[in-house]
């Protein structure tokens, strides 16, 4: 079982709020990534690490902002929430080979 | 510009059938393809995988099928359970590339 976890698992906020959606790993692995996903549909990646203090945009245009200051942790932030911004988010690892990722149990977030 | 195209988008087959998922690729670098497995409300996890010096893959009641000449490559669930009930997506893996390239997705019922 991998051991990445998600906090908050679900969160809904007013429009304007700024968040943050925490994840972290106890693998020490290297690449970190965030996914975007509505319920059911397709994985969108939208922000990926390779190690510490190295972050890059995904395929997926994305208004939140990424860090990671420590291998074992890879936070996004929301600066000002929408309700765009509703869905959920989906963290993932992997070691440097990066073919196997594991994946957190992710954070539904609805934006009022 | 979709790497990996995944069909059916959605799958109903009766308890104890043979459920059948197919995926297409465009990258000839590719050299992992892993299957997973999401259910509602979690993270996907990693259902199996397979490398393309091999043509097929079993574990239990799942095999992947690897048609290299063709870049296809699909899973194959027989004596399918309503437990397998899930989503399940495709992908692929090159170690020059950013991370997996994942499919849409395939939405599995299967009925009792």
């Known amino acids: 079982e991998a051991d990445i976890y998600q906090t908050p698992r679900y969160l809904v906020i007013g429009t304007g709020k700024k968040i943050t959606l925490e994840c972290s790993q106890t693998?020490?692995?290297?690449?970190m990534y965030w996914y975007q996903q509505d319920p059911g549909m397709e994985l969108h990646l939208i922000h990926y690490?390779?190690?510490?203090?190295?972050?890059e945009k995904g395929d997926l245009s994305s208004e939140s902002t990424v860090s990671r200051i420590r291998t074992e942790h890879f936070p996004l932030t929301l600066e000002s929430a929408r309700p765009s911004h509703t869905s959920q988010y989906l963290c993932?690892?992997?070691?440097?080979?990066?073919?196997?990722?594991?994946f957190g149990p992710g954070t539904r977030l609805t934006v009022l | 510009q979709q790497q990996v195209k995944q069909s059916p988008q959605s799958l109903i087959v009766q308890k104890g059938g043979i459920s059948i998922i197919n995926c297409a690729y465009e990258?000839?670098?590719?050299?992992?393809f892993p299957w997973y497995q999401q259910f509602p409300g979690k993270g996907p996890a990693l259902l199996i995988a397979?490398?393309?010096?091999?043509s097929e893959k079993k574990e239990g009641r799942f095999t992947i099928s690897f048609n290299k000449s063709a870049k296809q490559f699909s899973l194959h669930i027989m004596d399918s359970q309503p437990g397998d009930s899930a989503t399940y997506f495709c992908?692929?893996?090159?170690?020059?590339?950013?991370?997996?390239?994942f499919g849409k997705g395939t939405t599995l019922s299967v009925s009792s």
């Open positions: 993932a690892s992997s070691d440097s080979l990066g073919d196997t990722q594991y």
């Open positions: 693998m020490g692995h290297d690449k």
């Open positions: 690490s390779y190690g510490v203090n190295s972050t």
């Open positions: 990258n000839t670098a590719f050299d992992y």
């Open positions: 397979i490398r393309p010096d091999v």
């Open positions: 992908a692929a893996y090159n170690q020059a590339g950013t991370a997996l390239i």
